[in-house]
């Protein structure tokens, strides 16, 4: 990014660009640990309203997801196994349910929490989309890091699973997976960070649509 695009950004424009570049820097160090093979292979792909990265290209499968209240709403599931680990996203449609945005999130942490301990639970926010982030260590053994939001009645699951039989046990790339995820708005053009996206738009994008 050139420094005249930089200096045209107003003061609230300049403090979220240095919170951005900030949490990159963060996640940057985090994700170095991984070896550089590792490193190369991640990718991000874009569907319809969100965009994630997978370290492999992911399998896209129909399904549900059922509420609390005994609706069964039809859903999305992007998924992708390596190395010990488990990705997937799951995208539900709830417009048919009467479940309002506290309801609709508390549910999902209930439905983890069965399988394993709640260690960490906190407010959590992309691309001005608030929701919660969660890090659940599962009876199996296993490490999962989560991202929830519901937006547009739609409920976005996300959940990067460290298995007991990966070959290291503390590997970030649950929390990668994770953190990865970023909403495609329809009032881009009128965002300053969403205009860098679109002018610069990330390296091995896999622009899958639909």
Known sequence: ??????????????????????????AAAVWSTSSPAVAQAWREYRYAGFAIQFPSE?????????????????ARIYSAR???????????????????EEQVLSEAVAQLAAHGEVVVDVPHRVNR???????????????????????????????GTILPDHE??????????QQSLRFILNSARGDPLCEIYRRFPPRNL???AR
């Open 58 to 74: 992911p399998k896209i499968e129909s399904g549900t997801y059922a509420t609390d209240e005994g609706t069964s709403a039809r």
């Open 168 to 177: 290291d046990t503390m590997s970030p790339d649950g929390l990668r997976f």
């Open 82 to 100: 390596q190395d010990g680990a488990f990705y997937k996203v799951t995208v539900a449609d709830l417009s048919g349910a009467h479940l309002s």
């Open 1 to 26: 990014m050139g420094w005249a695009v930089i200096a045209g950004l107003g003061a609230p424009a300049l403090r979220r660009l240095s919170r951005l570049v900030v949490g990159c820097a963060v």
């Open 206 to 208: 896999v622009d899958q």
């Open 129 to 159: 989309v608030l929701g919660r982030q969660l890090s659940i260590a599962g009876h199996d053994g296993s490490r999962t890091s989560v991202a929830l939001f519901y937006r547009n009645r739609t409920l976005y699951l996300v959940e």
